[in-house]
């Protein structure tokens, strides 16, 4: 299946000159959203994980999808203030200043196998900050799933040294 057909171009969103990756046309096509799933957990089986890590909030859709297709639990990791009980923080910069992501402290226990799965990859700085706070934590990183990588930004060399896939490349 051409999931890149699925998935609609929108230039100068949020701003001008950004060619914004629209993947709400891939989730409300059910025939392209069971075959990213279904992709997604055929290439990221042999990793075992125990859970997958979804970000705030389209890492919700699809990581969620992807726990439930595999059988295992599922973990968000949000922006501050959204979790209700003691959590775990990092902060990581971006291009004007910083930002902090959370995890909840009885999410992820050390030494548990973790999945991180996102919609999108452009420069990994949220992809590359939640492997940070999992590995402060002790989990055990097994891999990244991504739907989309924005190849030109080179986000995947900010991760940890793990496998790292995505279902379509710009």
């Given at each position: 299946m051409d999931l890149k057909a699925l998935i609609r171009d929108i230039p100068d969103f949020p701003k001008p000159g950004i060619l914004f990756r629209d993947i709400t046309t891939l989730l409300s096509d059910p025939a392209g959203l069971r075959y990213a799933i279904d992709t997604l957990a055929t290439k990221v089986q042999a990793w075992q994980p125990e859970y997958i890590v979804g970000m705030e909030s389209r890492g919700f859709i699809f990581g969620a999808a992807l726990a439930y297709q595999m059988g295992v639990g599922f973990i968000?990791?949000?922006?501050?203030?959204?979790?209700?009980?003691?959590?775990?923080?990092?902060?990581?910069?971006?291009?004007?200043?910083?930002?902090r992501l959370e995890i909840h402290q009885d999410a992820a226990l050390p030494d548990s196998r973790i999945l991180i799965v996102d919609d999108l990859i452009a420069t990994g700085g949220t992809a590359a900050a939640t492997a940070k706070l999992l590995q402060d934590i002790g989990c055990n990183l097994v891999g990244c799933a991504f739907v989309i990588e924005l190849d030109d930004l080179d986000g995947r060399s900010r991760l940890p040294d793990v496998p790292i896939i995505s279902l379509v490349h710009y």
């Amino acid at each position: 299946m051409d999931l890149k057909a699925l998935i609609r171009d929108i230039p100068d969103f949020p701003k001008p000159g950004i060619l914004f990756r629209d993947i709400t046309t891939l989730l409300s096509d059910p025939a392209g959203l069971r075959y990213a799933i279904d992709t997604l957990a055929t290439k990221v089986q042999a990793w075992q994980p125990e859970y997958i890590v979804g970000m705030e909030s389209r890492g919700f859709i699809f990581g969620a999808a992807l726990a439930y297709q595999m059988g295992v639990g599922f973990i968000p990791v949000r922006k501050p203030g959204k979790l209700p009980a003691a959590v775990h923080t990092v902060e990581y910069a971006l291009e004007y200043g910083t930002d902090r992501l959370e995890i909840h402290q009885d999410a992820a226990l050390p030494d548990s196998r973790i999945l991180i799965v996102d919609d999108l990859i452009a420069t990994g700085g949220t992809a590359a900050a939640t492997a940070k706070l999992l590995q402060d934590i002790g989990c055990n990183l097994v891999g990244c799933a991504f739907v989309i990588e924005l190849d030109d930004l080179d986000g995947r060399s900010r991760l940890p040294d793990v496998p790292i896939i995505s279902l379509v490349h710009y």
